[in-house]
């Protein structure tokens, strides 16, 4: 494929589907240990994986920060004539990766008693998530690496390595999980066991690109380079603080939930959460798929081209947030019964927060590929004004008034205002050409 000159929409459907394999490598890994802890046990096991979430969106977030950091500065440089920008930015994203991941996996061991208490765990649930987070820790490399890997290897002209990784890791954690919880009785242990293994099989598969054919990428000899450094990390925020907010968000919502209606709060919660990341991700798949494309265009100054591929994504986001809510309202009840079974209060309390939480999502995506898109061009500033309105800012403002004055409904109805408001700032200032 060539991205300076193949047909757009062409080379969108093509990093499509890989894209959004690669971004859903996570998330269905916790959405198969959700299914299994529900039904294995029961609602205060999702509360205790709700409340570890925030780890997760730590771990993908670094992952991001480097991954889309180097790849977009690599994509650009590729662009502007500069054959080895793909390796230089690799070299230094991997190298503080593997340096992150162990100084986070030293700090989880020695002070997970804090972190634990940190994440608002209650007495009920303690030691579920300590059991679940002690084990989590342990693997901690396996999920900052392949985020890292994932972004380059699609943009280094192998994209469907992410999708066969992910139908693997997904596959093995499905098997795990089942013996681990339900045949050994390991409980929140065997969840967490089973989804490290299952990412550490992840991590081997997107390995593979280095001895194939199509790679062209490689650790130079030099080296960490702070100047690149520098302009990774830069370019990489934007991604950073989209999965970073989503995670004090999360802890946010735990809080006032568990103030508004206990365990079955933060149970029904988890259930939305699960369906939630799964769309966010798809929709970050959506946006990241684009991402090659307009930073090579960019750095070739193809302006015609990434006309192109911002109307097209627009399209995309709006459309597919439609259908998805359209789908997940009218399929609320079975999703609902997916997680759990004869809990009538955690089935009535998480039903009935569908229609209003999921309105986010039809704003969501659009927000996202904005935010990426201006990330994309290295329009910093911009892009992290956007993913900061929509993951924290406007959510951090309205929670807690939305919450007093309309109970659990104003929860659920904070999220898709957030977005909403975002949105229309968005266009607001496209219109002013502001952004």
Known sequence: ?????????????????????????????????????????????????????????????????????????????????????????????????????????IIQQLFLKDIVSGLGATREIYHMVRSYLKVISLFTCFYLIPHTMNIFIRNDNNPNLAMVGMMIC??????????????????????????????????????????????????????????????????????????????????????????LSGSIGVSAYAIILNINWMIYLLYLGISQGCQPIISINYGSSLKNRLDEMLKIGVITSFCVGVLIYIGVVFYRENLVNLFVSEN????????????????????MGFNLFM????????????????????????????????????????VWLTLPLAEMTTTVLIIWGIRKKMV
Do not use: C
């Open 170 to 259: 997904g596959l093995t954690n499905i098997v795990l999980d089942y013996i681990f919880i339900f045949i050994f009785k390991w409980g929140m242990i065997g969840a967490a066991t089973a989804t490290g293994i299952a990412q550490l099989t992840y991590t081997l598969i997107l390995a593979t690109h280095f001895i194939s054919s199509k790679n062209t990428l490689g650790v130079i000899k030099d080296g960490l380079n702070i100047k690149i450094l520098k302009r990774i990390i830069k370019t990489g925020f934007p991604s950073f603080i989209t999965d970073a907010f989503g995670g004090v968000v999360i802890f946010l919502l735990n809080g006032i939930l568990f103030k």
């Open 1 to 105: 494929m060539d991205l300076r000159k193949d047909p757009i929409l062409k080379l969108f459907l093509n990093y499509l589907l890989p894209s959004v394999a690669g971004t859903l490598s996570v998330g269905i890994l916790i959405f198969i240990d959700t299914l299994f802890i529900g039904r294995g046990i029961g609602s205060l096991g999702l509360a205790a994986l709700t409340t570890a979430v925030p780890m997760f969106t730590l771990y993908s977030s670094i992952g991001l920060l480097l991954g889309m950091g180097g790849a977009t500065v690599g994509a650009i440089e590729l662009g502007r004539g500069k054959k080895d920008s793909l390796k230089t930015a690799f070299t230094n994203a991997l190298l503080l990766a593997i340096g992150l991941s162990i100084i986070l996996t």
């Open 371 to 410: 935010g990426t898109y201006f990330q994309a061009v290295e329009q910093t500033k911009i892009s992290m004004f956007i993913m900061f309105l929509r993951g924290l800012g406007m959510t951090a403002i309205l929670l807690y008034p939305m919450a007093e004055f309309y109970g659990i409904d104003g």
């Open 344 to 363: 009538r209060e955690l089935t009535e309390v998480a039903t009935n927060g569908f229609p209003l939480f999921f309105i986010a999502i039809i704003f």
